[in-house]
């Protein structure tokens, strides 16, 4: 029920969480020995998936409003609105504030301000309401913390992949890989709900593999 309800919303993070789980998924819990089902269910979902963004207005009305949003900041065109510009110059900040200072940054008190004094010089006509952080939790750890904040950041990530009991474990990875690849887009970590459930289901899925893996 709620594979269709994604597609009917149109939700672009939970649609990409939705395939990743599903590819993550028949990795592991299909048998060596007949990985060649990948092929038909791989062939399954993209049809499926043409079917939907042909079939379902909403999913198809997002669609178009995403290529007409890159038809205009692609260009350096700013229209009031466009959900997906408002990210694209959020992450030029970011870059900017990156090439400034990549050593340290610019510290995690300070990137408010200076991503808004960006926005002064670059996009003034940008409202207020639309003048985010960089849409990019590495982003932000890197302009904020620099190269060390970087660093610490990936080894978060990394370790989990390097840890053989958890890297075997489909029900952690079907949670933690697309909860840290939606961090190249998205800024969880910003807010405290989102923090909590990151923070709460990681350490519950990690302390359950290994449980498993001592027993």
């Known amino acids: 029920g709620q594979y269709i309800f994604l597609h009917f919303l149109g939700a ?13 998924l028949s990795i592991y819990l299909i048998p060596k020995n007949k990985k060649w089902w990948l092929i038909i269910i791989y062939s399954l979902v993209g049809l499926a998936g043409y079917f939907a963004v042909n079939t ?9 409003f995403v290529r007409y949003d890159f038809s205009h900041y692609s260009k350096g065109e700013y ?54 952080l960089p849409s990019s939790q590495l982003v932000i750890y890197w302009a904020s913390g620099g ?3 970087l660093l610490i950041f990936l080894i978060h990530l990394l370790i989990p992949l390097f840890t053989k009991y958890l890297r075997n474990n489909v ?41 498993r893996n001592r027993s």
Do not use: C
């Not at 379902?56 to 178009?64: A, D, F, G, T």
């Not at 926005?119 to 207020?128: A, F, I, T």
């Not at 079907?174 to 998205?186: D, K, L, N, R």
């Open 56 to 64: 379902i207005p909403s999913l198809k009305e997002r669609v178009n």
């Open 147 to 149: 190269i060390l904040g």
């Open 171 to 211: 029900w952690f990875l079907a949670f933690f890989v697309p909860g840290i690849f939606s961090f190249s887009y998205e800024t969880h970590l910003e807010g405290q709900l989102p923090l909590f459930i990151y923070a709460f289901f990681t350490a519950w899925f990690w302390w359950l593999a290994m449980l």
């Open 12 to 24: 672009k993070t939970g649609l990409i969480t939705l395939y990743l789980t599903t590819v993550l």
């Open 79 to 132: 229209r009031e609105g466009l959900s997906d510009a408002v990210r694209f110059y959020s992450l030029k900040a970011g870059k900017d504030i990156i090439s400034n200072h990549p050593i340290m940054g610019v510290g995690f008190s300070k990137l408010q301000d200076e991503t808004s004094h960006w926005y002064d010089l670059n996009m003034p006509q940008l409202p207020q309401k639309d003048r985010f």
